[in-house]
């Protein structure tokens, strides 16, 4: 609709500027007057007044030209729709990013394509064409009549939507609905009526555990309560909030209260949750109204009061659309990156160990033919500081051998100061001088020694490079005394020096 000139205020602003001439001319006269009598004795004092009536005259006009267009100025537009901030879109494509080059690292083929199909999924959940807005609340709060009337709001009409499926393969765990179009809204929204929670069942656990992931993969929450929170609910719901779900408190069932309780519980429904839901979002509904029954006995069955409700989600999804779908995918992308992580840890522990175990069984051999004092079998063995540079490589850490050799000597040094080679001479001897005797005991309980100590170093090494190359707070002698406890159980001890005297035997047999 065209806007209508303003008449009345033209007028009053001629009126207004007619007065202003009828005062200034008279005064301007005068001015001049006294500028004539003082310019007689004092030039510049004449000037001065000039300067005065300059200003006035000049903050006169100023005051009244933008009084012209305050009244002049055009109606205020509706508000513009802000690009969405760039900082947490680029996060999630940078996360993209580092989390497929982690996934080419996992070496499981299994883990890797699993792990890989989980990626794209998440790429084309960036660029899908449609907002996912997840119903959520518990089962008698009106969820699916909510649902059926948000759908009845759209485009498309109650015949023309329909179920595309269900979370799981059955309806009990989630309906999604296909995508509808509202009109304020560039893109359609996708609504998913997610199971009840707080159901006291063990199958009703069992839902709320797929509620909570469904909502968690959400763009927008409506989070559904008939009355107000239960400290139940509450949880769940900051739950939801404190990992980053935009979420809407959908108050239902207002129909049934009188407007005093009503307002009582909105507003202390947005006073408990103010530190986590703007009071905005607290909206207040009527899903499915109770009908009534007229005097006739017509019974008439009201609509649906949702509108605020639809309004708050199309405003939020048009000004935060894109800023949401960023958001979710962020979040998705770091748990995913946590699982991947998680699995290169495997994966690096693993291989870790499969050196430590080469290179324990190694220095059986390299001890056993060439005989070393049990202190120096650790720092004087280039073989265990090879170890520690093949350890670090499995980390991605590049160290040479010189470097490899300060550490191995550092952590024996650790070792002796703790009384832990001493203490393993005494265990190893006890465990094979029942079977062992003669001049060989020597040799033998010098390799399995090593041996022992080479694992016990070779597990701090793993603990040391998967930290970042940092042993913690409690510096090296804390994980290697861990890592010594951990190895000293007396079924590891009998199958470990089992082991060990097997290959010392068949080291004997090569000699005979």
Do not use: H
Not at 274 to 290: G, K
């Amino acid at each position: 609709m065209k806007n209508r000139f303003p008449w009345l205020r033209s007028l009053l602003v001629l009126g207004s500027a007619s007065l202003v001439i009828s005062f200034v001319v008279p005064l301007l006269d005068r001015i001049i007057q006294i500028y004539q009598l003082v310019a007689k004795s004092s030039p510049i004092l004449g000037g001065f007044v000039v300067l005065l009536v300059i200003g006035i005259l000049a903050g006169l006009f100023f005051v009244l030209w933008r009084y012209l267009r305050l009244f002049q100025a055009e109606p205020s537009k509706s508000r513009p729709i802000p690009e969405a901030p760039t900082d947490k879109i680029e996060a999630a494509q940078d996360s993209l990013e580092a989390l497929e080059k982690q996934v080419e690292q996992i070496q499981d083929e299994v883990m890797r394509r699993s792990l890989a199909e989980q990626t794209e999924q998440l790429k084309k959940n960036f660029i899908r064409q449609e907002l996912c807005v997840v119903v959520f609340g518990v089962g008698s709060a009106g969820k699916t009549s909510l649902v059926n009337g948000l759908l009845d709001l759209s485009l498309q009409g109650v015949s023309s939507r329909g179920e595309v499926g269900a979370t799981m393969g059955t309806t009990q765990l989630g309906k999604v609905y296909a995508p509808v179009r509202f009109q304020s809204l560039d893109v359609p929204i996708q609504i998913t009526d997610c199971p009840g929670i707080l159901e006291a069942s063990a199958l009703g656990g069992d839902r709320e555990q797929e509620a909570r992931k469904i909502a968690t993969e959400a763009d927008l929450i409506v989070f559904v309560v008939d009355d107000d929170l239960r400290s139940s609910e509450y949880a769940v719901l900051k739950a939801l909030t404190e990992i980053g779900k935009r979420t809407i408190l959908a108050f239902n069932k207002i129909d049934r209260l009188t407007n005093s309780d009503r307002e009582i519980i909105q507003t202390s429904l947005r006073s408990r949750v103010l530190d986590i839901i703007a009071p905005d979002d607290v909206v207040a509904i009527a899903a499915s109204p109770t009908s009534i029954t007229l005097d006739s006995g017509e019974i008439i069955i009201p609509k649906p009061q949702i509108q605020s409700l639809l309004a708050r989600i199309l405003d939020i999804l048009g000004y935060e659309g894109d800023e949401l779908v960023a958001d979710n995918v962020l979040l998705r992308s770091q748990r995913l990156t946590e699982e991947t992580r998680e699995a290169l840890s495997q994966q690096q522990q693993a291989e870790a160990e499969k050196v430590v175990e080469k290179f324990q069984w190694l220095v059986v051999g390299v001890v056993f033919a060439t005989p070393l004092p049990v202190v120096d079998l650790l720092a004087t063995a280039a073989i265990n500081a090879q170890m520690v540079v093949e350890i670090g490589k499995v980390y991605g850490c590049e160290i040479n051998i010189d470097r490899g050799k300060e550490l191995a000597s550092s952590l024996t040094r650790t070792l002796v100061s703790l009384g832990i080679v001493k203490g393993v001479v005494q265990i190893i001897t006890t465990l094979i001088s029942v079977t062992v005797v003669g001049l060989v005991l020597k040799a033998t309980v010098q390799s399995v020694t090593a041996a022992y100590l080479t694992r016990i170093a070779g597990k701090s090494f793993i603990e040391y490079f998967s930290r970042d190359r940092d042993w913690g707070d409690g510096g090296i002698a804390e994980v290697v005394q861990r890592q010594f406890q951990l190895n000293r159980r007396d079924e590891f001890l009998k199958i470990f020096v089992q082991d060990a005297m097997n290959r010392v035997m068949v080291l004997v047999k090569q000699k005979i």
